[in-house]
């Protein structure tokens, strides 16, 4: 009889190595390896099939998963204007359930009937991959070997594989967590855990430190479709280039470092640091556009959806009818977020340069200090007085008791 199947989130690197081995000798299941790629690199996506292999995989799947997550994640979440918690661009946590669907499509293929994955019992990603795969198949077991097996380190991981000879990846031991993709790069855990402690500037691999950022600022432009980004310099770029491109030029310019204390879901605080040069530029350059084409109340509102965008992202809610309903808002919104924004980029920073769009609601001739013909100020004075009406009312009932109040002061 064939042997049960189980698709493995596999990475190549420690954990995921020893699971393969594990899931075997626990289960008893043939292990069908998938790899997503998300634009994580090239060192970390080399010799992975080889790999996989060598650790007791029966099958390998690499999947180009990068066109996917830019322009059905991606952007979707830049046109929503998602921060989690003021600060962070959200790099990992958008791409957990694209790679959990891919997880679901290829154990449908190969009639899987379980999903393993390496992420830990404390973090973030174990939630969003399971939330994703249980949208998408709830009929597929899960399997988390971190909550499960007796192994509570590296190390008995490291101790595990010399005892069953699996090849240990060869990649230098790093003093904290890190996961990569397109869009970021996320440092966790280690030295960082001391948020006293800033980040060893050695550590960080898409920006330059502000400091040895070139002396002179780089202008450019970014061109926008309905609040997708088409352009750069005029240039009409893919998706995917796009992000690259701009990677390339924020980074060099030491644009995108963020550090935070974070609230995870799980309900303790830890410490991130993140490098998401692309991304920091795209949102700064969206938030602007949107400025200048928005109507007030739409822009105030979408700041409240904003909010609730992010932490449906980061809580790993991204398949679900909110986040749906949601999107049917954002996108009405964008129909004129269109135009231009000039940026100056300048050690860490990012200055506007300018604006164009032919859906601007901003007009000159209404906010001119200068004499015009089109707003009467006379009209501003019924409008502060209606507008005005509850707090007037307010201060006659405030009056009027301080009054009684004297006199009834003065009786006595
Ligand atoms: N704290 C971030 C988040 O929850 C980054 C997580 C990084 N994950 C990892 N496996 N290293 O989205």
Partial sequence: M??????????????????????????????????????????ELTGLEEKAINSGAAQVFVEDIREELVTDYIFPMVQSGAVYEGKYLLGTAIARPVIGKRLVE?????????????????????????????????????????????FKSRSDCIEY??????????????????DRNLWHISFEGGILEDPAREPDGGMFRLTCDPLDAPDQPEEISISWEKGIPCAINDKELAPLELVMELNRIAGKHGIGRIDLVENRLLGMKSRGVY????????????????????DRETLHYKEAVALKYAELIYY????????????????????????????????GNIVVGGRESQHTLYHQGMATFEADELFDQKDAEGFINLYGLPLTIKGMMNRKSRQGHEQEVAKN
């Fill in 275 to 294: 490098e998401t040069p692309g991304g920091t530029i795209l949102a700064f350059a969206h938030r602007e556009l949107e400025h200048y084409t928005l």
């Fill in 316 to 347: 790993g809610l991204w398949f679900t009818p909110l986040r749906e309903a949601l999107d049917a808002f954002i996108r009405t919104t964008q129909e004129t977020v269109s135009g231009k924004i000039k940026l100056k980029l300048y050690k």
């Fill in 2 to 43: 064939a042997k049960e199947k189980v698709v493995l989130a596999y990475s190549g690197g420690l954990d995921t190595s020893v699971i393969v081995k594990w899931l075997r000798e626990k289960y008893d299941y043939e292990i069908v390896a998938v790899t997503a790629d998300v634009g994580q690199g090239e060192t």
């Fill in 106 to 150: 290829i154990a449908e293929k190969v009639g899987a009937g379980a999903i393993a994955h390496g992420a830990t019992g404390k973090g973030n990603d174990q939630v969003r991959f399971e939330f994703a795969i249980k949208a998408l198949n709830p009929y597929l077991k899960i399997i988390a070997p971190w909550r499960e097996w007796e």
């Fill in 161 to 178: 594989a010399r005892e069953k000879s699996i090849p240990i990846p060869v990649t230098a031991e790093k003093p904290y967590s890190i």
